[in-house]
């Protein structure tokens, strides 16, 4: 193996170059976040004719000057790691705009090849580049490909060995920028040449450029020189007076300009147009699906389906999946005896975990669904036709995609969607969009939904995910509307949006991209949900009842169990409490449609008689035998007998989990929850849901399951709520709805605290619990009102 040659891929946001990344890399990519900031950091790994090439995904920029972190982070890690070679990936059909960024590289000096991406779609716009002729007129090699068909990878690696085995150097390819800048250029150069304190990882004429770009990152490391610093500062502000008085413009706008001059000339003996009147194929879609009346209701229709399509598809594994786990239970149970390592397992692994596991498959093809519609270039539409929207309730067209990646399309996090809003540059429409991103419909709140919504909305489960999608850009936007007429009025500022071609989506590509996000959802579901499964559940657990406690319910339940035995005719069909033991455990399998243990020695036959009578009074099918009217009376007895010790079995659970830290709290609770029908139990749900939003399902779970679990009524956390008398169609929905308001995770609380101050991350958490407690108490009393819930 030769030495390992390490790559950068750069872009443009939609110049495909995740889909580069993911037909190089395939499954050999990792994910981690750049040194010291939440940026996320893609690399993988190919070996190409006996070459090992490491590829890092650098984030999607315009530029490389410090205006968002992406900016920063993409242009420190070219110039702090230096790479042997970057590849920038530009969109073929929109080569003036996307050969911006590969100046800069150009600027900077950096070995650099083009990948001429979607050559495809620029033909049919009825654009031809000639990639030699590219390549010679701006310096650097130039790979066409269509990278979501896999064409011309093979041939892009095959340069990236041939430029490496070159041994390229980091050389300036400066451009003229005109008479004034050029000479201030040369003079800001001398002096960071001059200097003996900056350092020499930067070039000097490419800082001297960023410095009169106003670069503030650059700027900033002027003052570590406090000889030249100041001087070269007086000579950037004697510039910006100078254009401003004799052209009118600042320096920056006048570097862009002759930038895309300098482009503008390769284009012109490199790219060939052909002059039609017809539409290319994206305009002619855009006309229909963006139309000011069809485009919204076709949006609502596709949105409707990608539900109905999640729902069905899910529903056959989420089942297979409960029933693996009430299977895993059934076997820890049975080789595990009673006690506080079986309740761990059993209620705080398997119970709260477990539980969220169990959603895998709907959160699988939710996210696929949503990767159909980035690949597709169709979730860019949805956000230009929100924007329309946006405008009226107060925020930002820039809005729209932090709320999308909040989760406005079901299945995204709050976190990255905090971050985005830092394109947007009015504090007051940042703030109000930080503000209303926790209404956002989460990919954490999703099997929370799944879970109630299976349990009362069998029926209905795609009508009631549209509809929580819709509440809750009602709840963000009316909201939002509020906040930017009180607390935050404001001016609106422009808005203007790329819209990328429409593309047909690679199944690598989907494969790639929802296993990305379903894999960041096991790995939270192994780690920080297990975690605070198992602290829930020892918080459900201790200190629990007292021994004498204990003693008083075994003590009803061995009265019972006496009474049970000394009645005519059983002692005579069962014998004692060892008879007893053995019709519980056949009795239990006939239920469970196993195979029975056998009777053991020393018992009557009768024992079997009983069990199949009494499984018969449950209804099971066990082939409607005609059962001996001596049997049928003591299966009624036997039935009755265990629906008490059911009952008291209920009662001490109860007991043991309000004597627990967090059946204290739960109770405490209970004053101000009572009005919305939320007991103990739910309390302390909801306050582990400010964790992670999935930690709503795995205490609910942990806390139905806590104790001695009857076999008999075991089953999945959705079963349980069905059976119980309190929980109601109503309930539920109130429960989802104040999922849905209350409370951001404790991830989205620090990012935006990372975004904002203490004081704005405060009001966020009483804002939210405010709307939460107002809106569910609203649907709960209206619809007790209505009879819905009595």
Request: proline share 5%; charged share 20%; aromatic share 10%.
């Amino acid at each position: 193996m030769k030495k390992k040659i390490t790559i950068a891929l750069s872009g443009n946001p939609n110049a495909g170059k995740t889909t580069v990344f993911n037909a190089i890399t395939g499954a050999r990519q990792h994910i981690a976040n750049y040194p010291g900031v939440t940026v996320e950091k893609k690399y993988g790994t190919v070996v190409h004719k006996g070459h090992e090439i490491e590829v890092v995904d650098l984030p999607g920029t315009y530029s490389l000057t410090a205006y968002s972190l992406e900016e920063i982070v993409a242009r420190d890690f070219i110039i702090n790691e230096r790479p042997d070679l970057v590849v920038d990936i530009v969109d073929a059909s929109s080569l003036d705009r996307h050969l911006y960024l590969a100046v800069q590289l150009k600027e900077l000096g950096v070995p650099l090849i083009i990948a001429l991406n979607m050559v495809d779609m620029a033909e049919t716009r009825g654009i031809t580049v000639d990639h030699q002729k590219l390549s010679s007129q701006f310096g650097a090699p130039v790979v066409p490909m269509v990278a979501r068909l896999n064409k011309g990878i093979e041939d892009l690696l095959d340069t990236v060995i041939q430029v490496v085995r070159d041994k390229p150097q980091w050389k300036l390819a400066p451009i003229s920028y005109g008479m004034d800048i050029d000479r201030a250029l040369d003079e800001i150069s001398a002096l960071i040449e001059e200097s003996r304190v900056f350092d020499r990882k930067y070039p000097s004429r490419w800082r001297a450029l960023k410095c009169l770009e106003g670069d503030s990152q650059i700027i900033g490391l002027l003052h570590r020189d406090p000889a030249f610093g100041p001087r070269i500062e007086e000579i950037c502000r004697e510039i910006h007076r100078h254009t401003m008085n004799t052209l009118e413009e600042e320096p920056e706008a006048i570097i862009a300009d002759h930038r895309y001059g300098y482009i503008t000339g390769i284009t012109k003996k490199a790219v060939k147009r052909r002059i039609e009147t017809r539409l290319n194929f994206s305009d002619k879609l855009d006309k229909v699906l963006t139309n000011r009346f069809l485009g919204p209701l076709l949006m609502v229709t596709i949105l409707y389906g990608m539900y109905s399509f999640t729902f069905w598809a899910s529903e056959a594994p989420i089942i297979w999946l409960e029933a693996f786990f009430d299977s895993l239970k059934g076997v820890v149970m049975s080789v595990t005896p009673s006690g506080m390592l079986q309740s761990l397992i059993v209620s705080g692994i398997i119970g709260g975990a477990g539980g969220v596991l169990g959603f895998v498959p709907l959160i699988m093809f939710m996210f696929f669904a949503i990767a159909v519609m980035e690949d597709s270039g169709y979730m860019a539409r949805v956000a230009y036709m929100l924007d329309r929207l946006l405008r009226w309730f107060g925020l930002h067209g820039n809005s729209v995609m932090a709320l999308v990646v909040s989760g406005g399309i079901s299945g995204g996090c709050a976190v990255p969607g905090v971050m985005a809003t830092r394109v947007l540059r009015d504090p007051k429409e940042r703030i109000a969009t930080l503000l209303v991103i926790p209404f956002m419909n989460c990919g954490a709140k999703l099997p929370v939904y799944a879970m109630l919504i299976g349990a009362f909305f069998v029926r209905d489960k795609a009508r009631i995910m549209f509809l929580l999608t819709i509440l809750s850009w009602a709840f963000a936007l009316f909201a939002a509307k509020v906040i930017r007429s009180t607390v935050l009025k404001g001016p609106k500022t422009p808005f203007v949006m790329e819209l990328p071609p429409y593309r047909a989506p690679t199944m690598a590509g989907l494969m790639i991209h929802t296993w990305e996000r379903t894999w960041q959802y096991i790995k939270k579901a192994g780690t920080v949900i297990l975690a605070f499964s198992v602290l829930l559940w020892a918080m459900m657990t201790f200190p629990g009842l007292t021994r004498d406690q204990s003693a008083s319910f075994e003590k009803q339940r061995q009265g019972l169990k006496t009474a049970f035995l000394n009645s005519p005719g059983i002692k005579d069909l069962i014998g004692g409490e060892k008879g007893l033991n053995a019709l519980d455990e056949i009795y239990s399998a006939y239920l469970k449609d196993d195979k029975p243990p056998p009777v053991p020695t020393g018992l009557s036959s009768h024992v079997v008689k009983v069990a199949r009578a009494a499984c018969n009074l449950k209804g099971a099918n066990l082939g409607r035998e005609q059962i001996d009217p001596q049997y049928e009376d003591a299966a009624t007895r036997y039935v009755e007998f265990r629906s008490r010790i059911g009952y008291i079995d209920a009662l001490e659970q109860q007991a043991a989990l309000k004597r627990t830290v967090a059946g204290w709290l739960g109770l405490r609770l209970e004053a101000i929850t009572r009005p919305l029908g939320f007991d103990y139990r739910t309390n302390i749900a909801l306050v582990g849901g400010f964790a992670a939003k999935e930690v709503v399902v795995s205490t609910l779970g942990t806390a139905y399951s806590l104790g001695q679990v009857d076999t008999e009524k075991a089953g999945s956390l959705s079963e349980q709520l069905k059976k119980d008398p309190a929980w109601n169609p109503l309930q539920a929905f109130t429960l989802i709805i104040f999922t849905m308001l209350y409370v951001p995770c404790i991830a989205t609380v620090v990012a935006m605290r990372r975004e904002s101050s203490l004081k704005w991350v405060g009001f966020s958490i009483t804002f939210n619990l405010m709307v939460a407690y107002l809106v569910s108490l609203f649907i709960r009393q209206v619809g007790m009102a209505l009879g819905i819930g009595v």
